[in-house]
């Protein structure tokens, strides 16, 4: 860990350095207008100079990908369109060849003498690339899209698997055409007739690894010009005013900008990730990388669109930064087959040959040891008999099992992320990761109150923690949270209810709805203690209370999902005065900090869900019921691809969330992004699911014939509940917004 957090400086430095290279010497050219052959020559000179002409040869402390796709996510962002990509591909394709030309083009290379313009040729997925045929070192054909070809001196092509052909572009039997694209200018189409050739043999590279190396190259790049669009929309959406105020304070335009950062992260982590991954030799890398380009195919460019409507026309105007970006993020995420080819092979790797499953991650050496300690124990307690006869019960009966609870109260687990001072174990954010994914893959019933009890030691007295936590981490009682109302949904400032101290008691009257935990011991209540304090949310405080106190009339609902919820009505219920949690009046630090802790944590427990039913999916598609396979059928191939992306974005999402955490505390918006993705993520799971599977998928539980129980229409109707709650996402977009962006309130 300590040689990672190391790594990730050396490219934070890295950044730093080439942003700020290119803001004195790239920027202030004018980013708007199209670049010259001598002004992309004169750029790359210049960042020859700082070495990045060398990333990628290896073999002499040369970075990897990582360093890579920093350079190209940078150049990105400047608007720059330098030969880098062109310079990479080729220290990756050649630099482990033993052949002498090889040696001399690099070394070339590295020194500025000699600029290469790479092309993959008829290797490229997209076969409105053209390709080359070589005959007694002589080559013909056309090639199109090729970068900076009038800034090169040497052309670098695939000619077949096994060889690269070096061709000198200043030859007569070579011409650059200069092509326009997305309406702007630096691709080439070069044409060959009888060009000499000489052949590089790539040795143990192989060329398909080669580019997705650079594909995902173009990802990073793509992904710093639409980071780059981004950031100048935000600043404008806080300077521009219309109807007299920023147009940053409108929610539309707030939601927008809070669905563009949710994107960006996304594409960010997932790029660090696959490099992560490669540089450190993991095979898993390339799953990634196309997880990447399926994902950003359309995230990136969605967040394009969004970045010029947040313009509106002042960014449409060509002497704009924004539309360079526009361009740039389009043309290179369809590059090399774009989406389309990565999701090709996602659906191969899922699907085909009886399939692999998603990647586990990496949790470290604790987190991993804990997953495997977790495998076991419920393959003792948790499986047999008493799995099978709680798997038969309805739904309704499945949210608790009180045995199952006591059970796992004896390992120590529930307080598994606890401080030792609490009976906690202590254990990392990653092992509570490890701990969360093996229960959701065993299909566990939920256990303890892990919101309430970081409250509890977070605000509650000595006393208080003393009572209720050591029940709560023996699985004995669960904790209710009541806090909506019918008039306070997700402005919890707005709560009626009431509590009025007596003596040594508090009193509450008022109404509850919408409450889960509702048969738990305690409820975990917010109530309003000054009905005149400015600004509302200063007057309310948070309580414990029994639910068998008298005064409580329970009223439960069955919910859309076969769960079920509450209305609960308070009427003189009098509980002791020790159990005030936290300050009179000091009870919104004590519920927005118990909310903070929750939705860190249901971002990465809804996407695990997901990763799990997408298990049960992804069998059920290569089951092949029928004449034809699931498996087989391209839009369902599709759609898996798609969900795979989709899954490994929530993932990262969730294992940020965690490194925030390790850190200290994770951030209210971060947990709120990955809140916001996963439950929405969930919801377009539900649905995939249906159209893949068909009308036997939306056969209820019990039902005759119904897919595995009704897991799948189950799990559409239980979607809406993580959208909704907790905050609705609506509420998380403005939360992002103003927290992680800056916007007016």
């Not at 996602?346 to 987190?367: E, K, T, V």
């Amino acid at each position: 860990m300590a040689a990672e957090a190391s790594n990730d400086d050396v490219r934070g430095m890295l950044r730093d350095s080439l942003r700020g290279f290119l803001d004195e010497h790239w920027r202030p050219r004018g980013a708007t207008t199209s670049s010259s052959p001598d002004e992309v020559s004169a750029i790359w000179r210049k960042l020859v100079g700082l070495g990045v002409a060398a990333l990628g040869a290896g073999g002499g402390g040369e970075g990897g990908l990582a360093e890579i796709l920093v350079v190209m996510a940078e150049l990105g962002r400047a608007g720059c369109p330098a030969p880098m990509w062109s310079a990479a591909l080729a220290n990756l394709a050649v630099s482990r060849s033993q052949a002498v030309v090889a040696a001399d083009l690099l070394a070339r290379l590295h020194c500025g003498e000699a600029v290469i313009a790479f092309s993959f040729g008829g290797l490229d997925p997209d076969p409105g690339t053209g390709s080359i045929a070589v005959t007694d070192l002589t080559a013909n054909g056309v090639l199109r899209f090729v970068e900076a070809a009038a800034s090169a001196t040497h052309l670098l092509v695939a000619c077949d698997r096994s060889h690269l052909a070096l061709i000198d572009l200043g030859d007569p039997g070579v011409e650059c055409v200069a092509t326009r694209a997305m309406g702007a200018w630096g691709l080439y189409e070069v044409r060959l007739s009888a060009a000499p050739v000489t052949l590089i043999p790539v040795g143990t590279v192989d060329l398909d690894l080669l580019r997705l190396k650079g594909k995902t190259a173009l990802t990073a790049r793509a992904h710093g010009a639409a980071r780059r669009a981004f950031e100048l929309a935000v600043d404008y959406a806080k300077e521009r005013h219309q109807f007299g105020q920023p147009i940053g304070k409108f929610q539309a335009i707030q939601h927008k900008l809070a669905n563009c950062l949710i994107a960006l992260e996304g594409v960010r982590l997932i790029l660090e990730h696959a490099a992560r991954l490669h540089d450190g030799g993991d095979a898993d890398w390339h799953y990634f990388a196309d997880c990447a380009s399926a994902f950003s195919g359309e995230a990136l460019r969605q967040v394009s669109l969004e970045t010029q409507h947040t313009f509106g026309a002042i960014g449409y105007a060509e002497e704009h930064e924004a539309p360079i970006h526009f361009k740039r993020v389009h043309l290179d995420t369809i590059a090399l087959g774009g989406a389309s080819d990565a999701k090709r092979g996602l659906a191969a790797r899922l699907l085909d040959a009886g399939g692999a499953g998603l990647p586990q991650y990496d949790l470290g050496p604790a987190g991993n040891a804990l997953r495997e300690q977790v495998q076991r124990w419920l393959a003792q307690n948790w499986s047999g008999d008493t799995k099978q006869a709680f798997d038969q019960r309805p739904f309704a009966k499945r949210e608790f099992d009180a045995p199952f609870a006591r059970d796992i109260g004896e390992t120590g687990w529930i307080g598994l992320g606890w401080p030792e001072q609490f009976g906690g174990q202590g254990r990392s954010p990653l092992e509570q990761i490890a701990f969360m994914e093996t229960m959701e893959r065993g299909e566990a019933p939920r256990i303890g109150a892990a919101i309430q009890a970081n409250a509890l030691m977070m605000f509650g007295t000595p006393e208080q923690q003393q009572e209720y936590l050591p029940e709560i981490l023996r699985g004995e009682a669960m904790h209710g949270m009541g806090y909506s109302e019918p008039q306070a949904g997700s402005d919890l400032a707005a709560l009626r209810t009431s509590a009025v101290r007596d003596g040594d008691h508090w009193v509450i009257n008022g109404q509850k709805i919408w409450t889960t935990t509702w048969w738990g011991k305690y409820m975990f209540l917010a109530a309003r203690t000054d009905k005149a304090a400015r600004p509302p949310h200063a007057g309310i405080s948070m309580f414990i209370v029994p639910m068998d106190a008298p005064g409580i009339t329970i009223r439960p609902s069955a919910t859309m999902y076969d769960g079920t919820f509450a209305n609960i009505f308070y009427d003189n219920v009098r509980i002791p005065a020790e159990n005030l949690v936290g300050e009179v009046n000091g009870g919104w630090k004590v519920l927005t900090g118990a909310l903070a802790f929750e939705r860190g944590l249901v971002g990465g427990g809804i996407v695990l869900k997901v990763a799990h039913a997408f298990e049960q999916l992804r069998a059920r598609v290569m089951a092949g019921e029928g004449e034809q396979s699931l498996a087989s059928d391209p839009i369902v191939r599709d759609r898996m691809a798609t969900l795979a992306s989709e899954i490994e974005i929530g993932r990262l999402l969730m294992m940020h969330c965690a490194d925030l955490a390790a850190d200290g505390v994770t951030p209210p918006e971060y947990g709120a992004i990955s809140k916001v993705f996963s439950g929405e993520l969930m919801e377009r799971f539900g649905e995939a699911a249906l159209d893949i599977l068909g009308m036997r998928a939306a056969l209820s539980e019990q039902m005759p014939g119904a897919i595995d129980n009704g897991r799948f229409e189950q799990n559409l109707r239980h979607s809406l509940m993580w959208v909704i709650s907790i905050g609705t996402n609506e509420i998380q977009r403005s939360l992002i917004a103003q927290r992680a962006l800056g916007l007016p309130r």
